[in-house]
Nanobody, 126 residues
C-alpha cells in the first residue's frame, strides 16, 4: 500500500521560511517522479514543483526562485524548501507520486498522480 506522510507546515510571517517533508513507503521511491501541489482557500489544486526520479526539477512560475524541491532516495523522502514566503502561498500542500510512465511534460497535471499524501497546512501572515 502506497503511503505518503507530509509534515512541516505551520504558521509563519511573510518573508520567513518553511521546509516540508514527505516520507514515502509502499513503493520503490527511487523509480518514481514526485510532485508537490497546493490548494488554497476556494481554489483548485495547483502544481507547485516536481522532481523526476533522476532529480530533474521544475517549478510553477509563482514559486520559481523561492522554492526548492529535493529528494533523498536513501530515506524515501521528498522535501520542499520554501523561502521568502508570501501570504498568497497560504494553502494545504500535498505531495504525490506520479503514475508510472508519465512523461515529464505531463508532470504539472494533477490527473497524472495516483497517490497523494494527507496534506500539511501552510499559513503565511502579512
Amino acid at each position: 500500500e502506497v503511503q505518503l506522510q507530509a509534515s512541516g507546515g505551520g504558521l509563519v510571517q511573510a518573508g520567513e521560511s518553511l521546509r516540508l517533508a514527505c516520507v514515502a513507503s509502499g513503493f520503490n521511491f527511487n523509480r518514481y517522479h514526485m510532485g508537490w501541489f497546493r490548494q488554497g482557500p476556494g481554489k483548485e489544486r495547483e502544481f507547485v514543483a516536481r522532481i523526476t526520479w533522476s532529480h530533474y526539477t521544475d517549478y510553477a512560475d509563482s514559486v520559481k526562485g523561492r522554492f526548492t524541491v529535493t529528494r533523498d532516495n536513501t530515506k524515501s523522502t521528498l522535501y520542499l524548501q520554501m523561502n521568502s514566503l508570501k501570504p498568497e502561498d497560504t494553502a494545504v500542500y500535498y505531495c504525490a507520486v506520479a503514475r508510472r510512465g508519465t512523461i515529464i511534460s505531463e508532470l504539472p497535471n494533477p490527473a497524472r498522480y495516483d497517490d497523494w499524501g494527507q496534506g500539511t497546512q501552510v499559513t503565511v501572515s502579512s
